[in-house]
């Protein structure tokens, strides 16, 4: 009897075997089955083979808004009610974080970027357009405007230093507008573009007509020094503005998405890359497909707690601003739909929104709140 009773090693170890192999089997199951419960979709197909969802991250606990007011060019600060997209208050009792010192005295498009490589975590740099349209008119701002962009930098997003205006582009160029940047994994340096029309060496006063606007790029790893421009998207006869560039965070981290304004029709559209910032582009439903007309300043983030879903902000410039939208299939210029406004501000302005984290964003709520 003693001898029937002890466990076979060799059968315990298959047993094992067993019962882990049913216990993952089940579990497999239930996960679908939880999140078909809670509404949410893991049809991973809407973003292309070479792209997958990326994986909720627990320590995101709100978004920080960067804007400027109407006209009012200086940058405001608003911090999104815990983790709702869409839901904002503005901070520094509503006044101004950043008024610039140099340069035309005002800010407008602001742009927070993150820091990459070295810098991840690390380190935030804002930049913004030098224009105080107060000071000029339109047509003055675009033959002979601002051939720089302000940069501040911060190591916590709550203290704000080294303030400058760095020139960008030459003598031809007739402006610098709505500057962004990203980091660019594959040259391990940050990506700066802007929108600029240029005009003949031989129109030294720029008073004749100009090329149509493109994007133009430079490279920088500090934002003090720049590679010479280069021009990254030229639509011609079309004038392209207000580039906006999300990464999509794919299996190879070469999928992007980039929004643009097409300033000769007024409308936003999207295009989509697998390939890299350099890749292939292409824009989905056509050359005439959009997601919206009278607007300006796409403004694109990944949801925190969705990260299948993207959110916008269109600035619908000739009414109140910024308007909040959002698309669980962002590679499309069709489905995209107007988010609740319930608690978004009214008149922001064209600027960027920042995932952050529970720590920056308790400092924020403790410095500006």
């Known amino acids: 009897m003693e001898t029937s009773t002890r466990a076979n090693p060799l059968l315990l170890s298959i047993l094992a075997g067993f019962l882990l192999v049913s216990s993952c089997l089940a579990l497999s199951i239930e996960k679908p089955r939880a999140a078909a419960a809670a509404g949410l979709s893991l049809d991973l197909s809407e973003y292309g083979d070479q792209v997958t969802r990326r994986a909720a991250d627990p320590d995101l606990a709100g978004y920080l808004g960067v804007f400027f007011l109407g006209a009012d060019p200086y940058v405001y600060f608003y911090l999104s009610n815990g983790n709702n997209p869409t839901s904002f208050k503005a901070l520094n ?17 602001p742009s927070i970027i993150r820091g990459g490589g070295d810098d991840a975590s690390k380190k935030w740099y804002i930049i913004g357009t030098d224009l105080n349209i107060g000071k000029t008119t339109w047509d003055a701002s675009q033959r ?4 720089g962009i302000f940069v501040w930098e911060s190591t916590d997003l709550v203290n704000w230093v080294n303030e400058r205006l760095v020139t960008v582009e030459d003598s031809t160029a007739g402006m610098v507008w709505a500057p962004e940047a990203i980091w660019d994994p594959a040259k391990k340096q940050y990506l700066v573009h802007w929108a600029s029309k240029f005009y003949p060496t031989s129109d030294a006063r720029h008073t ?4 149509n606007i493109r994007i133009r790029y430079a490279y920088t790893s500090d934002f003090k020094t720049f590679s010479t421009p280069q021009t990254l998207i030229d639509k011609s006869p079309t004038n392209i503005i207000d580039l906006d560039i999300l990464p999509l ?13 097409d300033e000769t029709k007024k409308t936003v559209f999207v295009e989509v890359s697998t390939t890299g910032l350099f890749g292939t582009w292409t824009r989905p439903g056509g050359d005439s497909a959009t997601i919206q007309s009278g607007v300006e300043g796409p403004a694109a983030y990944l949801d925190n707690l969705n990260p299948g879903k993207v959110h916008l902000l269109l600035d619908f410039y000739g009414g109140d601003g910024y308007r909040p939208y959002e698309s669980t299939n962002p590679q499309s210029n069709s489905g995209w739909t107007a988010s609740s406004r319930s608690g978004f501000p009214a008149n922001l302005r064209h600027g960027s929104v920042l995932p952050i984290s529970q720590g920056l964003y308790d400092a924020l709520n403790k410095k500006w709140g």
């Open 93 to 109: 009792k509503g006044s101004p974080v950043m008024k610039p010192t140099k340069g035309t005295g005002g800010v407008r498009d």
């Open 144 to 147: 002979t405007g601002s051939k």
């Open 208 to 211: 004749g007509n100009p090329s």
């Open 249 to 261: 965070n794919g299996t190879n981290g070469q999928s992007f998405l980039r929004f643009m304004k």
